[in-house]
């Protein structure tokens, strides 16, 4: 599919990049972390069989350039630019992973204007795991030590984080599993263990996580991560007041179907649904079951 890149100018005055393709109800689909329009195209191509589907690039991902503002909340706020941008409304808003806290950060923000219905997918309103939540990141295991580590090493050695990343996102796992990965600091082990585990060719992963990155690239992503993985939206799920599906992989990686039903029991107008066999990256692992369950839900009267 050849994208259409398009722009818009956000109230700050940063240059936003954006694709479209479809007609019909307007689906908003924000994708998470490192991802992009780019890489997300293959669910446009579908949904646009049925919505007018949208999507952008975060600030320093894919087409759209570095700002001196950067984050979730900052999404948030380009979401609502782009809205009023195309005049959308009751779209229907599907969140995936860090495109979750961006919604969580909408209706903080902007509780529920110019959105009809929402879709939550593989996320959670709090990552790092403290003072009793347990549903955050890696499937309840993840401290603020982890995550000082991580903006540590996000810093220092942006290709292992990358790694560490991924390999976490692609291990099947369950809450209390013991997992076992490679040293912290070896980047060769880290490398070696995603091929065995994907099966991806070594040069095209070379690619994927040893491309030339500015500073400025880094900066944002290290802003992205700082605001998604250290932000707290516990208090927003009760004050959503769409139709919501919550959809989660099982037995999932990242995160446990506990926290889509934890959120359906929060949200008012929601509920709950897994997507079987998928780690995090259940778009991939189960494509057509992914886009059916999130066309149906959008279909629904």
């Known amino acids: 599919m050849t994208l259409d890149y398009r722009r ?13 393709k479809g007609t ?5 689909y924000l994708p998470g972390y490192l991802d992009t329009v780019e890489t997300s195209q293959a669910l446009m191509a579908r949904w646009s069989e049925g919505f007018r589907c949208v999507m952008f690039d975060h600030r320093g991902f894919g087409r759209t350039p570095a700002a001196p503002v950067a984050g979730v909340e900052q999404s948030a706020r380009d979401l609502r630019d782009l809205l009023e941008f195309l005049d959308l409304r009751d779209v229907f808003f599907v969140g995936y992973s860090m495109g979750g806290s961006v919604a969580f950060s909408y209706f903080e923000q902007f509780g529920s204007d110019r959105i009809g219905r929402l879709a939550l997918v593989d996320t959670t309103p709090k ?3 403290e003072d009793g939540w347990n549903l955050g990141l890696w499937q309840g295991r993840y401290t603020r030590e982890n995550f000082e580590f991580d903006l540590r090493l996000a810093r220092e050695n942006s290709p ?8 976490h996102a692609a291990t099947l796992s369950n809450p209390g599993d013991e997992l076992v990965f490679p040293p912290a ?10 091929i065995e585990k994907t099966g991806v060719r070594d040069r095209l992963l070379r690619r994927i996580f040893f491309k030339e990155t500015t ?9 992205y991560w700082d ?3 250290g932000g707290d939206f516990l208090r927003v799920p ?24 934890w959120l359906a029991s929060q949200i008012p107008n929601a509920r709950a649904d897994t997507i079987e066999n998928s780690s995090h990256f259940c778009a991939k692992d189960q494509f057509e079951t992914f886009v059916g369950k999130i066309a149906e839900f959008g279909e629904t009267s």
Not at 215 to 223: I, P
Not at 240 to 258: E, H, K, M, N, W
Request: hydrophobic share 40%; net charge negative; proline share 7%.
């Open 8 to 20: 818009f100018e956000a109230r700050d005055g940063a240059e936003i990049c954006y694709a479209e």
């Open 24 to 28: 019909g109800t307007p689906l908003i």
């Open 127 to 129: 990552l790092i795991n």
């Open 160 to 167: 292992l984080f990358h790694m560490t990343f991924y390999l």
């Open 185 to 194: 600091d070896d980047a060769d082990a880290w490398f070696a263990a995603i």
């Open 215 to 223: 500073d400025e690239e880094l900066r944002q992503e290290q802003a």
């Open 227 to 229: 605001s998604m993985t």
């Open 238 to 261: 009760p004050t959503i007041d769409v139709p919501t599906l919550c959809l989660y992989a099982s037995p999932g990686s990242f995160y446990s179907p506990r926290t889509g039903e």
